[in-house]
T-cell receptor, first 112, second 114 residues
């Protein structure tokens, strides 16, 4: 089935630890995005990539890093510099000529 | 703020009734999209309306857009218990070019009672 796969669904991070969230899509979409959602809130853009080997900061990029080495993959690393990382993280993608953004099922990150 | 603002924040209705959610924004847009989110899940795309369109339908959904008032509404007719979810408007501003970046509202939580 075509879609966006995020893993893991649940992740726990210790203080001072970096963690990486995986996002894979088999939709052959050019653009990919990472959003953060806090409880009861809308989504905020962390990073986005419109093409392989290129990415741009979104509105809340501090404490996060990404890479785009392959078209189908856009992993997000939550670094120890992110002071409040507990949130729901959503990956999304869009075809080059389309306007519709499609989302994965999300990953829950909790600091313990 | 360019953020979409949704109204009401929460809505509770009986099954079979209609539900209307509103979204207001402050910037010029290319399009506006509506999404549904079930608790703890990803977002499901419902409908996209472009800035030169005034109304779109999809099944029991009806979306209107008034660019002069910078507002949009989502109407769900003959609601069902399965419609219980949070609904978000998201806009692509003219300033975002072709990046596809979305600006989200805070959402409306809809509860449909059986």
């Amino acid at each position: 089935d075509g879609g966006i796969t995020q893993s893991p669904k649940y992740l726990f991070r210790k203080e001072g630890q970096n963690v990486t969230l995986s996002c894979e899509q088999n939709l052959n979409h050019d653009a990919m995005y990472w959003y953060r959602q806090d409880p009861g809130q809308g989504l905020r853009l962390i990073y986005y990539s419109q093409i392989v080997n290129d990415f741009q900061k979104g509105d809340i990029a501090e404490g996060y890093s990404v890479s785009r080495e392959k078209k189908e993959s856009f992993p997000l690393t939550v670094t120890s510099a992110q002071k409040n990382p507990t949130a729901f993280y959503l990956c999304a993608s869009r075809s080059g000529n389309g306007d519709t953004i499609y989302f994965g099922e999300g990953s829950w990150l909790t600091v313990v | 703020s360019q953020q979409g603002e949704e109204d009401p924040q929460a809505l509770s209705i009986q099954e079979g009734e209609n539900a209307t959610m509103n979204c207001s924004y402050k910037t010029s847009i290319n399009n506006l999209q509506w999404y549904r989110q079930n608790s703890g899940r990803g977002l499901v795309h419902l409908i996209l309306i472009r800035s030169n369109e005034r109304e779109k339908h999809s099944g029991r959904l009806r979306v209107t857009l008034d660019t002069s008032k910078k507002s949009s509404s989502l109407l769900i007719t003959a609601s069902r218990a399965a419609d219980t979810a949070s609904y978000f408007c998201a806009l692509q501003s003219v300033g975002s070019g072709n990046t596809g970046k979305l600006i989200f509202g805070q959402g409306t939580t809809l509860q449909v009672k059986p």
